[in-house]
């Protein structure tokens, strides 16, 4: 009882965390939770709850900022990410555990550092490259739970403003995330987990809205790649360990 205990605590702390810093940027909660949460929940697990929480964020989120969003744009992204999703989920169910938990842990450190260095590909450009994007992205998400940094490098590379990157951003997770939860299942969490990542999730978003104000941007980016690197790194680690 004190283990399952303790777990259901950490889980509430990481959904807390992830919650706080996708209110903060529009994004960013798999890039933050999903490391911690494969460690926690196993690979399964983990990757579908990050893609709920996400999700319902991104919801919440877009009912402020849907006039920003760009369809033209959006809408062939999302549809190439709608034909990947399942060949994600299908990669993901079939692999062994140790050997998910380092393609997990690549796919998330790759993601940082490429969004890091403020990529710009010339492949990712007009609608092919939002189809690319969206196709890379749903594939990552439905397999990792990170669909996130294509997104990010399509929008640096088309030049858009944070105003404009945030509710886009919202958008996108709402579709990707729809399609990833439909292709590989609700979470099978107990009753009392379920109550803690819900009462975390909302503690996060108050906790990201009342400091969204008070933090400069610059400080948030180095934040989420700083807990990125190092769950990406912890978990292609495990399951490196794993394999040997």
Do not use: D
């Not at 992204?77 to 690549?106: D, F, H, K, N, Q």
């Not at 400080?219 to 700083?226: G, Y």
């Amino acid at each position: 009882m004190e283990g399952a205990g303790a777990a259901e605590l950490l889980l509430g702390v990481i959904v807390v965390l992830g919650a706080s810093v996708q209110w903060l940027t529009g994004m960013g909660f798999a890039l933050v939770a999903v490391p911690a949460l494969v460690l926690v929940l196993g690979p399964a697990q983990g990757v579908v709850l990050a893609n709920c929480a996400a999700g319902v964020i991104s919801i919440v989120g877009l009912t402020t900022g849907w006039r920003q969003v760009r369809l033209g744009a959006m809408i062939p992204l999302v549809i190439a990410s709608a034909c990947t999703v399942p060949m994600g989920s299908w990669v993901a169910a079939r692999l062994p555990e140790p050997t998910l938990l380092a393609g997990v842990g690549i796919l998330v450190t790759a993601a940082v550092i490429f969004v890091m260095r403020g990529l710009r590909i010339s492949a990712l450009s007009g609608t092919k490259g939002a189809v690319t994007a969206g196709a890379v992205g749903g594939f990552m998400n439905s397999a990792a739970g990170v669909g996130g940094p294509p997104y990010s490098l399509y929008a640096v590379n088309a030049g858009w403003p944070v105003r404009e990157f945030v509710p886009n951003a919202q958008f996108y997770g709402i579709t990707v995330n729809v399609f990833s939860v439909a292709a590989n299942g609700a979470p099978q969490l107990s009753g009392t987990a379920w109550t803690v990542a819900t009462a975390a999730l909302a503690t996060g978003a108050l906790i990201g809205r009342a400091l969204a104000p008070r933090v400069p941007e610059q400080w948030i980016r180095r934040l989420i790649f700083a807990l990125a690197l190092v769950g990406g790194l912890s978990v292609l680690i495990k399951g490196l360990w794993g394999m040997l």
